[in-house]
């Protein structure tokens, strides 16, 4: 009996974590037209720091630049403190995949992925941090080229979300737009024009 149950939770395990590593970007994707200024107006994280502060969440702003080999460039300010902005910067660098990026993270001392699963390029993107789907790591986002989203696109990022086994609790919808301007890009000679 031990055995059936090992097997059978090996299986669910397996077919949970292909589900998220078969995940793949929008097909076609455009890394020209994806570039310009974006909101991050949604957050879904398992961390437990994440679920505990969810409600001091802001709308954080920045640039993605498309660099001229095909990758990107997001520069983006954040309120660390009282009236304390700090820049932060982060080069993804294309895959065979277009819509599918790695990087460094600085935090986390591992590279990690950015998959652009759905965009309209104009109003909304969706966006899955690191697909292996550890919590500590994996990260759904829903961006918006404005501050304000749709009711329509919230739903359909919660739904996205809950869909990939990220819990309720751990959604964050915050309405309150960081205060920080968004800096200039970190190497502005890279991007496209």
Not at 21 to 34: A, K, L, N, R
Not at 116 to 125: A, H, I, K, L, P
């Given at each position: 009996m031990f055995l059936v149950v090992a097997v059978l939770c090996s299986i669910v395990l397996w077919?949970?974590?292909?589900?998220?590593?078969?995940?793949?970007?929008?097909?076609?994707?455009?890394?020209?037209?994806?570039?310009?200024?974006?909101?991050?107006?949604?957050?879904?994280y398992e961390s437990p720091l994440f679920i505990k502060y969810k409600d001091r969440l802001l709308i954080s702003k920045g640039h993605l630049d498309a660099t001229v080999n095909g990758s990107a460039s997001l520069s983006m300010w954040t309120m660390t403190g009282p009236k304390k902005c700090t820049p932060s910067y982060y080069d993804y660098e294309k895959t065979d995949i277009p819509g599918l990026f790695t990087y460094f993270s600085e935090r986390h001392k591992i590279e990690k992925d950015?998959?652009?699963?759905?965009?309209?390029?104009?109003?909304?993107?969706?966006?899955?941090?690191?697909?292996?789907?550890?919590?500590?790591?994996?990260?759904?986002?829903?961006?918006?080229?404005?501050?304000?989203?749709?009711?329509?696109?919230?739903?359909?990022?919660r739904?996205?979300?809950?869909?990939?086994?990220?819990?309720?609790?751990?959604?964050?919808?915050?309405?309150?737009?960081?205060?920080?301007?968004?800096?200039?890009?970190?190497?502005?000679?890279?991007?496209v024009k």
């Open positions: 077919t949970h974590c292909l589900q998220y590593t078969d995940i793949q970007p929008q097909p076609d994707f455009d890394v020209e037209q994806f570039s310009g200024e974006w909101y991050r107006v949604g957050m879904a950015i998959t652009v699963v759905e965009t309209n390029y104009t109003d909304y993107g969706l966006v899955l941090k690191y697909k292996k789907m550890e919590k500590e790591y994996t990260q759904v986002a829903l961006y918006s080229r404005t501050p304000v989203h749709r009711p329509e696109l919230e739903e359909k990022f739904t996205y979300a809950l869909s990939l086994g990220f819990s309720a609790e751990s959604i964050a919808m915050p309405t309150v737009i960081d205060p920080c301007p968004i800096p200039e890009p970190k190497n502005t000679t890279a991007a």
